[in-house]
């Protein structure tokens, strides 16, 4: 087991979490897919990743990270990329309707019609 100390207010590095992640002695394999994986492996290799980053002191500022920089691999924060995906975008209502049914007619629409 290793000890955590804590970030000081006077640290200002935007990466200096990384010091205190649990990942940063661990293979980085285990949080990047290689080439060619199949389903059942990510699975396995992704839940390690995960029990990994559950009890690390940065797991939020480590997702925060991946959010903000648009990390397309690997895992980060206890996340998938689909899982950050998800996080990125708002779901798409079905009852979405193109703004140009509500649009107004120009003048010129309107008396073209007239």
Excluded: Y
Aim: charged letters at 30%; proline letters at 11%; glycine letters at 4%.
């Amino acid at each position: 087991m290793f000890s955590v100390i804590p970030m000081q207010d006077k640290d200002t590095e935007p990466w200096q979490w990384r010091a205190f992640a649990r990942c940063r002695t661990e293979d980085a394999s285990i949080f990047f897919p290689p080439e060619g994986e199949r389903p059942t492996a990510r699975s396995t290799r992704e839940s390690a990743a995960k029990r990994i980053c559950r009890p690390c002191p940065v797991s939020v500022e480590c997702l925060n990270f991946a959010l903000t920089t648009g990390q397309q691999h690997g895992i980060w924060g206890m996340t998938t990329p689909i899982e950050r995906n998800k996080r990125r975008r708002p779901p798409q209502s079905r009852d979405t309707v193109s703004p140009k049914i509500f649009r107004q007619p120009s003048e010129r629409e309107r008396r073209s019609v007239i």
